[in-house]
């Protein structure tokens, strides 16, 4: 176990043959998993002599990600998922480990995850929406591919249209004196995935009620209200691939605000069921 509980050392393994989506988030992918700790391990496992993983040649250096082979010895059995499994249980037993990542939408992963936490270790899961929720319950967080891959876009947008605003505020030669037209992002910073749910359809969230309403009871002070940071760690315990990003907020706070079914103390950072008198 890591002496340091501020930075806890994780192992991050990437299943090759599942996670085909993952080479286009994966600097979203490695600046998430910074969240949780120091990616210490960092190993991806797949038959390399395959085309199909040619483009994590480029990929796999400007990360220190260690490639794995293992060969598909018999057609329709996957290898790679044994020689993952066999890998993680060796850096279990032998390596200062505080947690694994598990980065792949397979529920064959599903025991290895909770094999894991029976042993004191975190886990943490990424994967795509599609993921059996065998394996995302199976780990203390999951995370969306989704989600990252949102981000991705948002960022891209985000300097596109700064580029776009510092081109439009420079004038053109024998402009100078001319007033300037106001600045028009070009069409790709309205690709943003259009996921933000609004106050109703939160409010009709039923689960997502239920599981902030739970968090408030078992959380609440005597005068019924509850810290907002608890909150949301007693959610993700009970539902692990809870994220305010699913729902269209980066903050858990902007989340709660919208939905208007509880009282904020903004100072405090508290947060109580309305329906609590």
């Not at 340091?4 to 991050?12: F, Q, Y």
């Not at 483009?55 to 794995?68: F, G, V």
Request: charged share 30%; with cysteine.
């Amino acid at each position: 176990m890591s002496t340091d509980s501020s930075n806890p050392r994780l192992a991050v393994l990437i299943d090759a043959d599942n996670t085909f989506k993952v080479i286009d988030i994966i600097d979203e992918l490695f600046e998430e998993i910074s969240k949780f700790g120091d990616a210490s391990v960092r190993r991806i496992y797949g038959d390399w002599t395959q085309n199909q993983l040619s483009r994590w040649k480029e990929i796999l250096p400007k990360h220190a990600i260690q490639p794995i082979q293992q060969y598909a010895n018999t057609k329709g059995k996957n290898a790679t998922d044994s020689a993952l499994i066999i890998d993680a249980m060796d850096l279990l037993y032998t390596a200062p480990l505080d947690g694994f990542c598990i980065v792949s939408s397979d529920s064959d992963f599903t025991r290895l995850a909770i094999r894991f936490r029976e042993s004191g270790k975190l886990v943490y899961g990424f994967g795509e929406e599609k993921t059996p929720e065998s394996l995302r319950a199976a780990c203390n967080e999951f995370k969306y591919f989704e989600i990252l891959s949102q981000n991705k876009i948002v960022d891209i947008s985000t300097s596109i249209t700064a580029q776009t605003e510092e081109t439009s505020n420079k004038p053109k030669p024998g402009t100078e004196n001319k007033a300037s037209k106001p600045a028009t992002a070009p069409t790709e910073t309205q690709i943003i995935p259009g996921i933000k749910k609004s106050s109703k359809e939160l409010a009709m969230d039923a689960k997502l009620v239920s599981l902030i309403r739970s968090a408030i009871e078992a959380l609440s002070e005597e005068d019924g209200f509850a810290h907002m940071g608890e909150v949301k760690k007693h959610i993700v315990k009970n539902f692990s691939a809870f994220d305010s990003r699913n729902y269209g907020y980066a903050k858990f706070s902007d989340l709660i605000k919208t939905i208007g079914l509880f009282e904020i103390d903004t100072q405090k950072q508290r947060i109580k069921d309305k329906r609590k008198k």
